[in-house]
């Protein structure tokens, strides 16, 4: 192709391979996303997008109508005469907290034998470091025709609810490379999105996208942790998380406490860093902390509500929020998921309102009796607080933000909230007549 234009393959249509080739179209590339799920493939073939993204199915479609994207599922024909092919299929989390690289392997394998042409593979998945090395050795083992081919990592840095913004704004472009001409391959990829570029060297890559979550995910479980003293010695968090955070070496962002992290990101990469030191005979203390502390806040609410009651029984608990951040419809390891089993087990009434996650999380807790409890589903937050004991919120949606306190003393049987989110202004709660328990706050 043209100078900066190249023909581009992306592997899986996740929330990474899919932002990545639309983005890739959007800068003028000429790419085809495969994926084997062929349900998926026909509703992308319409414009559909398979994940609830701000600006994505608006992309998906012009990019579409432009000709400089398609979707398939025959790898083959994509791949034989890529320039370059991105991974960008799932590194789920196995029991023992190691990355399943089962689908890479499946990608790796795939492309050997269809590459007519050398090709630079771009592995912008998750993998533990080194992993990179070992499919480029994969590639070679199974390579059927004379090519040159080498592996590039590309980790990928874009936040759920903001994927689309966080890719064509990114802070930084991470490219590890062993070759001169994988580097400039790969950044003549990227010079279209005009960002900047760290290059580095292959396995370096890999670690920075590690260690950059996992510095949040640390982030994060220090605030809560610091949150829980807080609440010991009668201090504020919200007040000591603006404070310090005038301190630019310590920021401002990534310092609200809550209810823990969840998502597909950071849950993981702690899990299989502290899996990779331990590989290696090390110890990482500072990720394994974050994870502890992670744990215990998930159930911090839940604990202190049950020893607020005799019972949980037989009470009506409206949940607001089901999804683990607002602006998505995925609960994967979201405090939902911990919350809701527990206190359908106490026997408690849930009903429970999110506004985009009552879908998927009615197909792991379906509308009715579950053991001693039961589970419903309301169509808006004043439903699900009509003559509630209890309410918790677990989600920070803007929609919860912009409750007005008076709602929880006008619709609820009892006004007792827990907010795992730190939504209100204490004063104003105490005002209505709210019993407010939110986290490192005062009630
Ligand atoms: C995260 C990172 O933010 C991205 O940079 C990274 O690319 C991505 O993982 C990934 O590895 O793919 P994501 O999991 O989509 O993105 O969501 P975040 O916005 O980071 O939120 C993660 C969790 O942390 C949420 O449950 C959120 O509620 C929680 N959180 C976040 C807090 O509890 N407090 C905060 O101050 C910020």
Redesign the pocket.
């Known amino acids: 192709m043209d100078n900066h234009h190249y023909k581009l393959a992306v592997a899986g249509t996740g929330?990474?391979g899919l932002v990545a080739g639309v983005c890739f179209a959007e800068m003028g590339h000429q790419v085809t996303c495969v994926d084997i799920d062929e349900q998926k493939v026909a509703q992308m073939r319409q414009g559909i997008s398979p994940i609830y993204e701000a600006g994505l199915q608006q992309l998906m479609q012009k990019n579409y109508d432009e000709g400089r994207i398609q979707y398939t599922t025959d790898y083959q024909s994509a791949y034989k005469d890529a320039d370059a092919i991105f991974i960008g299929v799932g590194t789920p989390e196995k029991p023992d907290g190691s990355a399943n690289l089962t689908h890479i392997a499946t990608v790796a394998r795939q492309i050997a034998e269809s590459i007519e042409n050398d090709c630079l593979v771009v592995v912008k998945s998750?993998v533990p470091v080194g992993t990179n090395d070992k499919v480029e050795q994969f590639i070679q083992d199974f390579l059927v025709r004379d090519v040159k081919v080498e592996v590039a990592s590309n980790p990928?840095?874009?936040?759920?609810?903001s994927a689309v913004h966080?890719t064509l704004y990114a802070e930084r472009i991470i490219i590890g490379t062993e070759s001169e001409w994988a580097r400039a391959l790969l950044t003549s990829i990227y010079e279209p999105f005009d960002l900047p570029i760290v290059s580095v060297n292959r396995r370096s890559a890999e670690m920075i996208?590690y260690a950059?979550?996992d510095f949040?995910?640390l982030?994060?479980s220090y605030?809560?942790d610091i949150a829980n003293l807080c609440e010991l010695v009668g201090a504020d968090i919200s007040d000591v998380a603006r404070g310090m955070s005038y301190d630019p070496r310590i920021g401002s962002?990534?310092?609200?406490?809550?209810?823990?992290?969840?998502?597909?990101?950071?849950p993981k990469?702690t899990k299989a860093l502290a899996y990779l030191a331990g590989q290696n005979g090390y110890e990482l203390r500072t990720v394994r902390a974050a994870i502890d502390v992670n744990d215990a806040q998930k159930t911090m609410l839940y604990k202190k509500a049950s020893e607020r009651h005799i019972t949980l029984n037989g009470l009506k608990i409206a949940v607001l929020g089901l999804t683990?951040?607002p602006g998505?419809d995925d609960l994967r390891?979201?405090a939902s998921l911990v919350n809701v089993p527990l206190l359908l087990e106490q026997g408690a009434n849930v009903v429970a309102y999110d506004p985009v996650g009552m879908d998927n999380f009615a197909k792991l807790y379906p509308a009715g009796a579950h053991g001693n409890g039961t589970m419903t589903y309301a169509s808006s937050s004043k439903e699900a607080l009509d003559g509630a004991n209890v309410c918790f919120i677990f989600?920070?949606w803007d929609e919860f933000r912009a409750l007005s306190p008076a709602i929880f003393t006008e619709k609820m049987w009892t006004p007792l909230l827990y907010d795992g989110?730190n939504l209100f202004d204490i004063a104003d709660m105490r005002k209505a007549g709210v019993e407010y328990h939110s986290i490192g706050r005062q009630p």
């Open positions: 929330y990474v998750t990928e840095f874009l936040a759920q609810g966080d996208k950059s979550n949040l995910a982030k994060i605030m809560n962002k990534f310092l609200n406490a809550g209810i823990g992290f969840g998502g597909s990101c950071f990469d683990f951040k998505t390891e979201a989600t920070e989110r």
